[in-house]
């Protein structure tokens, strides 16, 4: 089943979603074989046959890799789907929930509608490349610096999900490394079901986004460097951060 309609029947909104079926998934993309190398945890989780497939995006699941932002959402058309969890209004509502970053003396919002829908955004914030990244079937969130080998890299959404074993996926909440987050109500507990797989477009490595770990290819084994970072709704982030911006969804943010 096609994670976007799952997605819909978890959450009701299955007329949004309905357009999403398993024969809109693009073919694999050219230059990004299936990567080796599994990390030795792959076998432990489900399905460990993840690193045998290229990426395979599936429509409407597309990373951010350019972001736009604002000091609102207001004077702009933004679509319904994007106000998911908002009160409709002519800009980012105050009850909105965000994961807010700061970084370098700059602050900015990441709404939770927005990361619903792309899951993964490319960001600079201060000096340092960010990534930020939610997955909503196991509403798990997870910041870190966007670097592979130390170089800035663009990371994107495989297609593919992998559930980890339930004991790293535990530890890695305790640790830190991921946290629990839901578009509707904010802090949320992490569920250790079929978790977001990204691959980096320098090694077309696969990183699982709860572990925060490379688990196929060259990168196999390697952690993130995780951010702090807050789940909290744009009222409270913005009379914490007064300088704050917010992230626009597309089209003023542009996605691949």
């Not at 007329?15 to 398993?22: D, F, P, V």
């Not at 927005?114 to 196991?138: A, R």
């Not at 079901?193 to 691959?199: A, I, K, Q």
């Not at 909290?232 to 542009?254: K, Q, V």
């Amino acid at each position: 089943m096609d994670r976007r309609v799952f997605l819909g029947l978890l959450t009701g909104a299955t007329a949004s979603l309905a357009g999403c079926t398993a024969g809109n998934i693009r073919p694999p993309i050219a230059g990004f074989p299936a990567p080796e190398n599994p990390d030795p945890v792959v076998q432990h989780g489900f399905p460990g046959t993840v690193c045998g497939d290229p990426p395979n995006p599936f429509v409407g699941i597309e990373a951010i890799l350019e972001p736009a932002v604002a000091r609102d959402w207001e004077g702009r058309t933004v679509a319904e789907k994007y106000r998911f969890g908002y009160e409709v209004g002519p800009g980012l509502a105050d009850d909105g929930y965000v994961i807010g970053v700061e970084r370098g003396g700059d602050a900015r919002a990441y709404a939770l509608s927005i990361l619903w829908w792309h899951e993964v955004v490319n960001d600079t914030l201060g000096d340092d490349p960010v990534l930020v990244t939610y997955c909503p079937i196991c509403q798990s969130g997870m910041v870190a610096e966007r670097r592979v080998d130390g170089e800035t890299a663009k990371f994107r959404v495989s297609g593919h999900l992998w559930q980890p074993p339930e004991i790293y996926g535990f530890a890695s909440v305790q640790e830190g490394r991921a946290f629990g987050a839901s578009a509707t109500s904010g802090e949320a507990d992490v569920r250790n079901s079929g978790n977001l797989v990204l691959y980096d477009d320098a090694t077309g490595s696969y990183w699982s986004q709860l572990l925060a770990k490379a688990i196929c290819g060259p990168q196999s084994g390697e952690r993130m460097r995780i951010l702090p970072s807050t789940v909290t709704t744009w009222g409270n982030w913005r009379a914490a951060h007064p300088e704050t911006d917010a992230i626009l969804p597309p089209p003023w943010s542009e996605t691949a």
